[in-house]
Every structure is written in C-alpha cells, then in structure tokens.
C-alpha cells in the first residue's frame, strides 16, 4: 500500500475518532445538565414546600399541589415523604403537615385551627398507642373527650383487625392492649376503679350498695342548679382521676364536656363567692310588723 494512502487512511481515523469523541462529550454534558436540572427542581420543590408550611402550617393535597405549580399527587407524596410529613388524625386525614412544624403535647397531641394531629400518626395508630399505654384501657367516650374526635369506629375497627382487645365493664365496652399481660392489668386497675366509685361518690358506709349510691347521687343532683350541678360533677370526677370525666357523666346522664369545664373551673378557681343561696325574689314574701295597739 503506498505511503499516500496509509496516511490518508491514518487521518481519516483520527477524525472519525475525533467526532466519535465529541458525541460522547456532548452527551455526556447533557446528561450532567439533565441530572443538574433535576436536582435543582427537586431541591427547589422541597423548599417551597418547607416555605409553604412555615407560612400556613398545615395544608391540604390540593394547597400543596396549587403550591407546587400543579405536579401529580404521587409527586407532592414523594416530596412530603422526604420532609418527614404527618396527616392529621381528624378530619378524616385531610391536612398535612410536618414533623417539624408540629408542636406535640405531652400526650403527644397538636391542634392548629381544630385541626389535630398526632406523633403516633393517623387516628387507628393514636387511638392503637392510647390504649396500649393505658393504665386501665379506655371506653369510647373516654377516648373521644381525650382526642377530641369520635372514636368508636376506629377502635372498633382495631378490635377486628386483632390490634385492640375489649371487654364489657360495668355495661360498659372497655378497649385494652392486644397483648395479654398488659390488658389483664388493665382490667384489675380498671375493676378496682369501679369498687372504689360509690364511696368516692357519696358516702361514708362502705356496705351501701352500688345501685342504691347511684340512686341517692342522682336524687341529691336533682337538688341542685345547673351550675352547682356542674361544679359538683367535676368534684367527683377529679376525685376519680383518670376517666373520671366519662364515668360521672354516664352515671348522670350528663354530657362529658360539661363534667370537664365543672371540673376545670374547679382547678381554675372560676367561682363567684356569694351568700345569697336563693335567686332575688324568692322564698316567702316579707311581711309587715304589726304592732300592738295600745
């Protein structure tokens, strides 16, 4: 082969390998730009989300999706999931928000603007980690005064699901740990709650029947004024302690958030000292002296 030929075949080469070269360079520029792109909008995502609950705390699917410029719902899930996001408990789990907006309670509990959320999650998992922690299991209403929210399906629903155990008390459904050792003490202390109830009640005769304390207390309420009644609610009930609340007003037929603001006001010192125990005008009506004639 002549000389002339071989190099013209040894450039040809060289400059194939030179384009070749330049694709592979042009490529792989794009792709760090296309990756850089990605990154960037991720990280821009990310942030307006963080900035979005700064500014409202909590939000709805359809605020963060209009927040976002309108991405797929998987899209905004993706980005809460890396922000460490909650649902709230109530509300059937409409709002979002974060881990670290959230302000817990020592119960673990946070409401913004009656939205309420929970460090256990959603309402099945709060109410599963209530009972569970419990010291004498709860009953519905108990639960429901606590949370704020109706609980009887959800507890229902963990019973079912073998996550909740329950057990009638006092003709009342009383909701305990799933694990055995935990729930049989539940139902000593919640017993020894019961027994303990007539006394701390009304009266000093330990030998006075339950049926017959419950019947002298309602007839000593059915004395009172509403708010004396209240106030008196709320005494026995703070005597009681843990489920007071849904015990007097069951046994009164009183709503439970009325035991609870008696109670409250008690701890509250909200009292009017006054030593007029009747209304103005009532009692009998005064009469004139008379005096004797001389």
């Known amino acids: 082969m002549e000389l002339s030929t071989v190099l013209h075949l040894n450039t040809y080469h060289v400059a194939i390998n ?52 309108n991405p797929a719902r998987c899209t905004v899930f993706r980005k809460l999931s890396d922000l460490q996001y909650l649902s709230s408990y109530s509300h059937r789990g409409k709002y979002y928000t974060l881990k670290s907006i959230a302000r817990f309670s020592q119960q673990g509990l946070w409401s913004f603007r009656s939205v ?46 073998g996550r909740l155990a329950r057990e009638t008390l006092d ?24 027994q303990q109830t007539p006394a701390s009640l009304l009266v000093t005769n330990p030998d006075l029947a339950t049926d017959e304390a419950k019947a002298l207390l309602i007839l000593f309420c059915s004395m009172l004024n509403e708010k004396q009644r209240r106030l008196y609610a709320g005494l026995e009930s703070l005597k009681l302690g843990h489920g007071g609340d849904g015990h007097i007003a069951s046994i009164l037929g009183m709503d439970p958030h009325t035991v609870a603001k008696g109670r409250k006001e008690l701890m509250e010192a909200d009292l009017t000292a006054t030593d007029r125990l009747r209304s103005p005008g009532a009692g009998r009506p005064s009469q004139e002296k008379k005096h004797r004639k001389s």
């Open 116 to 161: 309420c959320f929970s460090r256990f999650g959603n309402l099945l998992q709060t109410c599963q980690a209530f009972v569970h922690d419990s010291e004498a299991g709860y009953s519905a209403s108990e639960l429901k005064d606590i949370l704020q929210v109706k609980t009887k399906h959800a507890l229902t629903q963990l019973v079912g699901e």
């Open 18 to 69: 030179s384009f070749l070269n330049m694709r592979i360079l042009a490529l792989t520029i794009a792709i760090i730009w296309a990756n850089s792109l990605i990154m960037n909008t991720t990280k821009y995502h990310l942030q307006a989300l963080k900035q979005f609950f700064e500014r409202h705390k909590i939000a709805t699917l359809d605020q963060l999706q209009e927040a976002l410029g």
């Open 171 to 194: 003709a009342v459904y009383v909701y305990l740990s799933a694990q055995k050792e935990v729930a049989s003490r539940q139902i000593k202390a919640r017993k020894d709650l019961l």
